[in-house]
């Protein structure tokens, strides 16, 4: 399979989105999306770790965490239909100091797993910009480009359920 973007989207004339395979293994995905919150609001939506699995359409549940020194532990199971059975997913998270998140692998049934938000206020200050990154691989027979295939729906509904999150948080009135 040749390697490179295999989906890119526009859900609005600022969001991004693109999807690859890794020659090594594994899948990267790339985006740019705008919040219509405060960076502040996004910072903690992302930072509230038992309420991760509200942010998600597949089944997720929170098995433990605690945050110590400054980095969040979390433990994650997570249910998928390509995927028999739970998955384990054991992450460390830490604040970037300018604003976001990165998150590393520390256990469980992945190979790799790494995550960062980037935020940076945009709209005079009221709504937030953020660069987010993520390469995964699973410890699986499911190929990479399946994998890949599948995350593209779950990133674009992971970003909408933020944004109407944070719009919620931002009492601002919800558009349909």
Known sequence: MAQGPLVGFTASSADTLEISTEPAGGVRATARVLFPAKTEVIQGLLADYPRWPELF??????????????????????????????????????????????????????????????????GGGNETSADFELLFELDSLVPDWIMAM???????????????????????????
């Open 57 to 122: 359409e597949m089944r997720m549940r929170l098995a433990d965490w605690h945050v110590r020194d400054g980095v969040a532990t979390i433990d994650l199971r997570l249910e998928h239909a390509l995927l028999p059975g739970e998955r384990r997913l054991v992450t460390e998270s830490r604040t970037l100091p300018g604003g976001g998140l990165v998150t590393e692998l520390k256990g469980g049934d992945f190979k790799q797993y790494h995550r960062v938000w980037t935020l940076r206020p945009a």
């Open 150 to 176: 599948a995350v593209r729906h779950e990133l674009e509904t992971h970003f909408r359920i933020v944004k109407q999150k944070a719009r919620e948080h931002s009492g601002r009135v919800l558009r349909p």
